[in-house]
């Protein structure tokens, strides 16, 4: 286990109700394709596939909200992938999760599909919207 697959798991924890294990981000930080970006109190995990890339996953300490790190990280990881010749980007969001809606919507999201019933929550399973975005070089 690295100690970044460590401190990423660790982070993650405390952004999310459902967060997942160690193992996973170590999974994920071996493979070439994924790409990770990280700030003192947040990170960004994304996937780039030839030239459309993913945000897996994105989290802020709670204690350390709305003080423009999400959308820090989201600028600087689109600017990397567009550099490495991704052209869209995409993501997927629960229906519920009025922050993360808002960043995105913020930062130039928008809808391109739903996935219905994708997120599991204790009163039944709700939708996931897919978002996208243009990547564009400076
Ligand atoms: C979603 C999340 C990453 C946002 O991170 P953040 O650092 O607080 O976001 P920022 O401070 O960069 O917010 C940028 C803009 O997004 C919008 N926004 C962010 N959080 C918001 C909230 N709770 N309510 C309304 N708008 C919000 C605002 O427009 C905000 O700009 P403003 O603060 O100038 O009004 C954070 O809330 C988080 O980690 N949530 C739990 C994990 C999660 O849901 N990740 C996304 C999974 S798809």
């Known amino acids: ?79 990397a992938l567009a550099a490495e010749g991704a052209t869209r980007l995409f993501l997927e969001v629960a229906v519920d999760n009025v922050a993360a809606r808002a960043l995105y919507a913020a930062t130039g999201f928008a809808e391109a599909g739903v996935r219905r019933g994708y997120y599991a929550r204790p009163g039944g399973a709700i939708d996931a919207l897919v978002l996208s975005r243009e990547l564009k070089l400076p």
């Open 1 to 79: 286990m690295t100690e970044l697959a460590v401190a990423l798991a660790r982070l993650h924890a405390r952004a999310f109700a459902d967060p997942w294990p160690e193992d996973a981000f170590a999974q994920l930080l071996a493979q070439p394709t994924t790409r990770v970006h990280a700030a003192p109190h947040g990170f960004i995990l994304t996937r780039l596939t030839v030239d459309e890339a993913e945000i897996l996953t994105l989290a802020v300490d709670p204690e350390r909200r709305r003080a423009g790190i999400g959308r820090g990280l989201i600028d600087e990881a689109a600017a």
